[in-house]
Structures are given as C-alpha cells and as structure tokens.
Nanobody, 119 residues
Framework: QVQLVESGGGLVQPGGSLRLSCAAS????????KNWYRQAPGKQRELVAS???????NYGDSVKGRFTISRDNTKNTVYLQMNSLKPEDTAVYYC?????????????WGQGTQVTVSS
C-alpha cells in the first residue's frame, strides 16, 4: 500500500524558515510529478511547487524565490524548503505524487501538515 507522510510543519514567525518532508513508502510506478500543494481556510487548494521526473521544477508565483522543492530518490523523499515566510503562507501543506497509468493519471496524497506563520 502506498503512503505519503508529511512532516516538518509548525508555527514560525514571519521571515522565518521551515523545511517540509514527504516520505513515500510502497511501490509507485510511473511517477511523473512530485508536488506540494497547500490549502488555507476558505480557499481552494493551490499548487505550490512541482518537481518533474527529469528534475525540472516549477513554482507558484506567490512562492517563487522563497521556496525550493528538492528530492532524494535514495530516501524516497521530497522536500520543500520555505524561506522568508509570510502570514499568507499559513495553510495545510499536502504532498502529492502523480503517476501515469494505462487508464490515465493516478494521484497519491499525504495527510497534510499545518504551517502557521504568525508573530
């Protein structure tokens, strides 16, 4: 059974940093995207950062220059380094793996980790 487990969330002051981790267990074939999403109260889930199988990365406009996505394939883990955090970054952050299959895309989700940016 595939599991994605996020960790590293917490309370941080504005301007601070956090590093989120997403550890995957179980076999997943055909992974193409490893993503971080976030969802703030009353808002839609939004894509924060992606790393594609070839290694290229993409970021949402609101986090460009502040967040960095990376991966360690030997540990089956993807990271999100978040710097210069702002109160508007407060949200539940979710790890997502998107894999291709014979029937289309398959999404795997973690349970989410809360990030709160407040003084």
């Amino acid at each position: 059974q595939v599991q994605l487990v996020e960790s590293g969330g917490g309370l941080v002051q504005p301007g601070g940093s956090l590093r989120l981790s997403c550890a995957a267990s179980g076999m997943i074939f055909g992974i193409y995207f490893k993503n971080w999403y976030r969802q703030a109260p009353g808002k839609q889930r939004e894509l924060v950062a992606s790393i594609i199988s070839g290694g290229s990365t993409n970021y949402g406009d609101s986090v460009k220059g502040r967040f960095t996505i990376s991966r360690d394939n030997t540990k089956n883990t993807v990271y999100l380094q978040m710097n210069s955090l702002k109160p508007e970054d407060t949200a539940v952050y979710y790890c997502n793996y998107r894999a291709s299959s014979s029937t289309g895309w398959v999404d795997y989700w973690g349970q989410g980790t809360q990030v709160t940016v407040s003084s």
